[in-house]
């Protein structure tokens, strides 16, 4: 079924400042999660991801956090820069091999300069 | 990660006929996933293609609209068939490997006129 509903479906930012983009999840068994940048023409790319073990990962500029409690997830970008804008996608499932995940409706993330 | 060749990269069909996409992997995967995205929208999985076995198709599509095949361990084809204007999107392939998880193709962009 389909998954994740609070979410902006766009957000502007300005060069340098830092993006929120909020996720939130209804199956509470889900305990893998991934977020997907998708910029035109293009599949989506992997960006980080969480297993429900964790509530807070860091990668190069990206920051992931997990809140079970609540079902929510969330992506932040730091220092945002324009080649940062496409559309995000969280993206969610058990995690056992063979399973499809099942995506969130996306947020557009624009960013000026 | 793996790469995934998806083709066509798009195409403008007929309403009535059928399309079929390929996917060709560069290693073998046990599963395959088919998702659509429709225009603004995010990905909606279609169905899971195991090598050997009849697709798994997830509720809202059917065999006989979007037709699998899974003839080896790094090739799948989907078929859209008797197509009407509704099926205008973009459908793309997805791997999972265990040394790069969740891999996605560029897409096929399918507009039905």
């Known amino acids: 079924g389909e998954s994740v509903g609070l979410h902006l479906p766009t957000l502007s930012v300005q060069e340098g400042d830092n993006s929120i983009i909020n996720c939130a999840y209804s199956?509470?068994?889900?305990?893998?999660f991934i977020w997907y940048k998708q910029e035109s023409g293009k599949g989506p790319q992997f960006i980080i991801d969480?297993?429900?073990?964790?509530d807070k990962r860091q990668g190069q500029r990206v920051t992931v956090l997990l809140n079970k409690t609540v079902k929510h997830l969330s992506l932040q970008i730091a220092a945002t820069q324009p080649g940062d804008s496409a559309v995000y996608f969280c993206?969610?499932?058990?995690?056992?091999?063979?399973?499809?995940?099942?995506f969130g409706k996306g947020t557009t993330l624009s960013v000026s300069s | 990660s793996a790469v995934i060749s998806q083709k066509p990269s798009r195409d403008i069909c007929q309403r009535g006929t059928s399309l079929t996409i390929q996917c060709q992997v560069d290693?073998?995967?046990?599963?395959m996933f088919w998702y659509r995205q429709q225009p603004g929208q995010s990905l909606t999985l279609i169905a899971t293609?195991?090598?050997?076995?009849?697709?798994?198709?997830e509720s809202g599509f059917v065999i006989d609209k979007f037709p699998i095949s899974r003839p080896n361990l790094t090739f799948s084809t989907l078929t859209v068939s008797n197509m009407s204007p509704e099926d205008s999107s973009i459908y793309l392939c997805?791997?999972?490997?265990?040394?790069?998880?969740?891999?996605f193709g560029s897409g096929t962009r399918l507009t039905v006129v």
């Open positions: 997805s791997v999972e490997t265990r040394s790069y998880g969740y891999t």
């Open positions: 199956n509470s068994a889900s305990d893998y």
């Open positions: 969480i297993r429900s073990n964790m």
């Open positions: 993206a969610e499932n058990i995690d056992q091999a063979g399973t499809a995940l099942i």
């Open positions: 290693s073998q995967v046990t599963m």
């Open positions: 293609a195991n090598q050997g076995s009849e697709a798994t198709y």
